[in-house]
Nanobody
């Protein structure tokens, strides 16, 4: 499956952005989809994910500010980001696990995903 992330940009602290992840594949609705981010010098970190289509999970650092959603008719997953902080600055990646074998405890593990988009830069100025 091919993933295309978009929607990043420069925003002031407190602002909002919506990222999109468009995917190929006929069985998109069955994919486990995650968003991760990586800041310079840091490891890739979990942000949010759909697990088994309806289960939604967030990193503690983004709970209440970020919302993951999906439109299966458009093969697209979104990450709506509100109340952005400078520490949210990173390259954001979407990822998919297409085999349907991911267990819940692996949702936050980048190695559990087998397809990755190219990343989109989000910069939050103070």
């Amino acid at each position: 499956v091919q993933l295309q992330a978009s929607g990043g940009g420069l925003v002031q602290a407190g602002g909002s952005l919506r990222l999109s992840c468009a995917a190929s594949g006929r069985t998109f609705s069955k994919y486990n989809i995650g968003w991760f981010r990586q800041a310079p010098g840091n490891e890739r970190a979990f942000v949010a994910a759909f697990w088994r289509s309806s289960g939604v999970y967030y990193a503690d650092s983004v709970k209440g500010r970020f919302t993951i959603s999906r439109d299966n008719a458009k093969n697209t997953v979104y990450l709506s980001m509100n109340s952005l902080k400078p520490e949210d600055t990173a390259v954001y990646y979407c990822a998919a696990e297409t085999g349907g074998r991911m267990i819940l405890s692996s949702v936050t593990n980048p190695s559990a995903y087998n397809s990755w988009g190219q990343g989109t830069q989000v910069t939050v100025s103070s």
